[in-house]
């Protein structure tokens, strides 16, 4: 089934007039005859304005609903359209005069600019010439040709929404927030010129209290969506890369399918805990290790391999850099360890030998005779070695590295110790990150006590 009649299908009811345009068109070519017999049957005048009219473009969900909400929250997954749907709604606003005074907030100054004003969804590129806002970045402001004017908010600066007035503000991803709170709060303050001021949040959603205070109130009304409802209309990179990288996990419910994750009760970690220190790229580091917990029996019930590498910066804090955690023959996990040591420039390989002994030194040997390997032996139960490592995070002192890590961060939110399943990617990030930092921290303090006695 081609991506177009998939999205027909999983979408029957909420197609935009364009797309019902098309149904039962096979293909492109069908498209472009269909596309040409219609236009042939409407006035240059209206065909000229098409391209703009999102009337024409949106999905049902994407146009504000008719009832008499104060806040329109768009929960949706990434690339659902949900800044193209906040731009648009804040066109119309302005068209009708119902939007004079405008606050546009974003994460940060970077944000607002480079998403919700000149991006490819962005106000800007919304508005055909005639009724394009003049922007003037030094002021951080828009202003329309009929007068309304819309001032650009970082929330990271949420001082700055105290005081000004408006009618209509648009935040953008308030789940990435700095200080979420304090900047809407600073917003609604002055929010209230008219007789009608209104609001709205585009955005994938983040388990956050604030947020789910915003969607409860009486007069808000949540629109959710699915990445894949916007799939005809997304690149094929964006596609490759997001929906590849989250389809079947966990995190995938939230950013594709923009579902609340509700934290696992008893699991160490949550989401929130490990995205608050998320960093994009690792610093220099000084020591970088790959941890395995390896599956020693070969075959199809055999468990995975847990393949994680991690580094240490000269602050103390640890970089985790990538999971290739794989349910493989021990060969093929041993090569696959010794190429992720190559390519992060580990120092060491670290490999619990619970269970295989020798082996799982001999079969790494066998792939690269030089690499050092440090056996490590688990004496203690799982989440007694765990804990210190989730104590860390709690501290802000370990990094996820990038977005790669989506299977890992299922494992650590929901592992609980009544779990049957064995948690071979928390495992060998345990592993991992007790090589570097815990085990370092313990040295210290044995070296600072045994001084401390010399003395
Ligand atoms: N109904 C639609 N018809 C045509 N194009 C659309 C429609 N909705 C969104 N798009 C386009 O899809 C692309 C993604 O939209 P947008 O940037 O608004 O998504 P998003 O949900 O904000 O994504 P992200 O999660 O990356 O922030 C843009 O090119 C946008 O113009
Ligand atoms: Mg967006």
């Known amino acids: 089934m081609s991506v177009l009649e998939q999205h027909y299908e999983r979408a029957a009811d909420n197609l935009s007039p364009a797309e019902q345009l098309f149904l039962d068109c096979p293909d492109e070519d069908a498209q472009r005859i269909r596309l040409a017999e219609f236009l042939a049957t409407i006035p240059p005048s209206v065909r000229e304005a098409m391209p703009w009219s999102w009337r024409w473009w949106a999905r049902p969900s994407q146009l504000a609903p008719a009832t008499n909400w104060r806040t329109w929250v768009v929960r949706a997954g990434r690339g659902y359209g949900k800044t193209r749907t906040g731009a648009e709604e804040t066109r119309r606003r302005v068209r009708k005069g119902l939007a004079g005074h405008i606050a546009l907030i974003g994460a940060t100054a970077a944000d607002v600019r480079d998403v919700m004003v000149e991006g490819e969804s962005g106000i800007l590129a919304v508005h055909p010439t005639g009724s394009r806002?003049?922007?003037?970045?030094?002021?951080?402001?828009?202003?329309?040709?009929?007068?309304?004017?819309?001032?650009?908010?970082?929330?990271?600066?949420?001082?700055?929404?105290?005081?000004?007035?408006?009618?209509?503000?648009?935040?953008?991803?308030?789940?990435?927030?700095?200080?979420?709170?304090?900047?809407?709060?600073?917003?609604?303050?002055?929010?209230?010129?008219?007789?009608?001021?209104?609001?709205?949040?585009?955005?994938?959603?983040?388990?956050?209290?604030?947020?789910?205070?915003?969607?409860?109130?009486?007069?808000?009304?949540?629109?959710?969506?699915?990445?894949?409802?916007?799939?005809?209309?997304?690149?094929?990179?964006?596609?490759?890369?997001?929906?590849?990288?989250?389809?079947?996990?966990?995190?995938?419910?939230?950013?594709?399918?923009?579902?609340?994750?509700?934290?696992?009760?008893?699991a160490l970690w949550t989401q929130d805990l490990i995205d608050r220190h998320r960093v994009r790229e690792a610093p220099m580091l000084q020591r970088v290790v790959v941890a395995i917990d390896p599956a020693v029996t070969a075959g199809e019930d055999s468990d995975s391999t847990g393949i994680v590498a991690a580094g240490l910066a000269a602050d103390g804090h640890v970089y985790v850099l990538a999971d290739r955690t794989c349910r493989v023959s021990p060969d093929a996990w041993a090569r696959r360890a010794v190429d992720l040591y190559d390519e992060v420039e580990g120092d060491r390989i670290v490999a619990e030998v619970n269970n295989g002994g020798d082996l799982v030194e001999t079969v790494l040997r066998t792939v690269d005779p030089s690499v050092p390997v440090r056996k490590v032996h688990a004496s203690r139960g799982k989440r007694v070695r765990a804990e210190p490592v989730a104590a860390l995070y709690e501290q802000g002192r370990v990094h996820h590295v990038g977005a790669e890590l989506a299977d890992l961060e299922d494992e650590l939110t929901t592992w609980t110790v009544e779990a049957s399943e064995s948690p071979d990617r928390l495992d060998a990030l345990v592993w991992a990150v007790t090589e570097l930092a815990v085990e370092q921290v313990k040295r210290r303090r044995r070296s600072v006590v045994a001084s401390s006695v010399a003395a």
């Open 133 to 266: 806002p003049e922007y003037e970045p030094s002021k951080r402001r828009l202003t329309w040709p009929n007068g309304a004017t819309a001032t650009c908010f970082s929330a990271e600066e949420p001082d700055r929404l105290r005081g000004p007035q408006s009618d209509w503000v648009w935040g953008d991803e308030p789940a990435s927030w700095r200080s979420g709170v304090l900047a809407w709060d600073n917003a609604m303050f002055g929010h209230r010129l008219g007789n009608d001021p209104r609001s709205m949040l585009t955005m994938t959603p983040r388990p956050l209290d604030w947020l789910r205070k915003i969607e409860a109130e009486a007069r808000t009304y949540v629109t959710t969506g699915a990445t894949y409802d916007n799939l005809t209309n997304l690149a094929e990179s964006f596609i490759d890369m997001v929906v590849g990288r989250y389809e079947g996990t966990r995190l995938g419910r939230q950013e594709l399918f923009a579902e609340l994750l509700v934290d696992t009760p008893g």
